[in-house]
């Protein structure tokens, strides 16, 4: 079992909005990650938690705000968003023993 | 230099080619190398992990070059359903994985 989930699955929000996006996985992976794509672009490293801490930020801005509450769940904190930061909003584990990293379907983010 | 470059794409191809992509990396004390496979509008899926000493999954193989900082995956025997983005993905320091730009392959009948 490799799922990842991530709610909600689309998201449109004014640029004063303050929203969160989820992610939850029930493997007991060590590491999650927080990705950002843009339309024909490959996803872009923003934050990774390893064993809930945070281990790596990518010099993300701080409307972004990365929180990691347990070892299943992450969350990204989202607040005066522009409308450039729209884009599908990506969140992967990586198992205990290994490097691979599986992904969630995304969070399609549209900031108006 | 990106840290992760890949052919641009696109690359099209008949059903029944076979067909390579290249990769290569600038941080030689990466040590974990992996394909994705992306589908329009859908998340990255782990096609097969890259091992030294170069390994297959079915139709796919995939070698690696530590010396020359490169990783190529070949697909024999091209299906309709192989047309995605193809993902090389590099992992530079622990817990840190990295893109390549991504080339993408259609296959035609």
């Known amino acids: 079992d490799t799922e990842v989930t991530q709610t909600p699955k689309h998201l449109v929000m004014g640029m004063t909005n303050k929203k969160s996006l989820k992610c939850e996985q029930h493997?007991?992976?060590?590491?999650m990650y927080w990705y950002k794509q843009k339309a024909k672009k490959p996803p872009e490293l923003m934050f990774v938690y390893s064993y809930e801490k945070l281990s790596i930020n990518e010099s993300v801005p701080s409307r972004f705000s990365p929180e990691c509450p347990n070892s299943s769940l992450l969350n990204l904190h989202l607040h005066a968003l522009q409308p450039e930061d729209s884009a599908l909003y990506l969140c992967a584990s990586t198992p205990r023993e290994k490097n691979e990293a599986f992904f969630g379907q995304g969070t399609r983010l549209t900031v108006v | 230099r990106k840290e992760v470059e890949q052919d641009p794409g696109p690359f099209n191809v008949p059903e029944g080619a076979t067909v390579a992509f290249n990769c290569t990396y600038s941080n030689s004390a990466s040590q974990s190398f992996f394909w994705y496979r992306q589908d329009c509008r859908k998340e990255p899926k782990l096609l097969m992990s890259?091992?030294?000493s170069g390994n297959e999954d079915g139709r796919f193989t995939a070698q690696l070059n530590r010396a020359s900082q490169y990783i190529s995956l070949l697909i024999r025997d091209s299906k309709l359903s192989d047309s995605a983005t193809y993902l090389c993905?590099?992992?530079?320091?622990?817990?840190?994985?990295?893109f390549g730009t991504g080339t993408r392959l259609q296959v035609f009948p």
């Open positions: 890259v091992y030294s």
């Open positions: 993905v590099v992992n530079p320091e622990f817990d840190k994985l990295i």
């Open positions: 493997m007991g992976h060590r590491a």
